[in-house]
């Protein structure tokens, strides 16, 4: 299975416990002040708002705290000091990965970061070394068992995705982040609920990882999802039906 969708599938399972703990809120909240920060607080003149503020609301996040973090962002309120930084390296196996910070302490994150990619056996690379790999791109990925892949695929191009794909239970739909949510929206309104839908960045070219390196990659890309100050990950590995079989992470 694809790395990007594996991964969206564990992440989207942890989300749902982040949220319980209000972890997922934080984060959500950091993603509203540097969008309002960086394109001012109407959601219908930023796209990149818009897509942060319902990413908040698909997880209850309250109405006052959304106000509360455009408020920073735009300045009306303290708190919207925050910096964006890509960080890049490599994973087990030589996968690149590419993660997405804001911090309001880059001396802080920085060190942080690097001691969790060699935890994993990985190492922390140079400012584009991996970027280049990456492009941005919305993606979604519907249960099998909600449709058929004919029937989603004439629904998903009409609406202007680029592809569909079937990725194990799943089948896999990427678009142009521009028309995410035209794609989300005839996806409602054929009544078919994805079990992700985000925009994220999608590699180039995919790594085979055998049994071993598959689990230091994950632990990595966990590890990572887990620090406050992380937005996103983004890796090029592939697991193998067989080796996805072996290490239980179906």
Not at 4 to 11: L, M, T, Y
Not at 198 to 211: G, K, M, Q, V, Y
Request: charged share 30%; aromatic share 4%.
């Amino acid at each position: 299975m694809s790395g990007h969708s594996h991964w969206a599938g564990i992440k989207h399972k942890k989300a749902l416990v982040d949220a319980k703990r209000g972890k997922l809120w934080s984060k959500l909240a950091k993603a509203i002040i540097i969008a309002a920060k960086s394109g001012g607080g109407d959601p219908d003149a930023n796209l990149r708002l818009r897509y942060a503020i319902d990413d908040a609301k698909a997880v209850s996040m309250p109405k006052d705290n959304i106000q509360r973090a455009i408020k920073k962002g735009t300045g009306e309120l303290d708190g919207g000091n925050l910096d964006e930084i890509i960080y890049e390296g490599y994973g087990a196996g030589g996968v690149a990965i590419l993660c997405e910070v804001l911090t309001d302490n880059r001396n802080r994150t920085a060190p942080e970061i690097r001691k969790v990619f060699e935890l994993a056996d990985g190492k922390l690379g140079s400012t584009g070394c991996v970027a280049w790999m990456f492009e941005s791109k919305g993606l979604f990925l519907v249960p099998s068992d909600q449709t058929d892949e004919d029937a989603l695929m004439e629904i998903a191009l009409e609406a202007g995705a680029d592809d569909v794909s079937p990725q194990g239970k799943n089948f896999e739909i990427t678009c142009d982040p521009t028309v995410f949510r035209d794609v989300a929206a005839a996806l409602s309104a054929a009544d078919i609920e994805p079990e992700v839908k985000e925009i994220t960045r999608i590699p180039a070219n995919t790594i085979d990882l055998d049994a071993d390196n598959a689990r230091k990659v994950l632990k990595l890309m966990e590890r990572l999802d887990d620090h406050d100050d992380v937005q996103n990950v983004s890796a090029n590995f592939n697991i193998p039906d067989e080796v996805l079989a072996e290490i239980g992470e179906e």
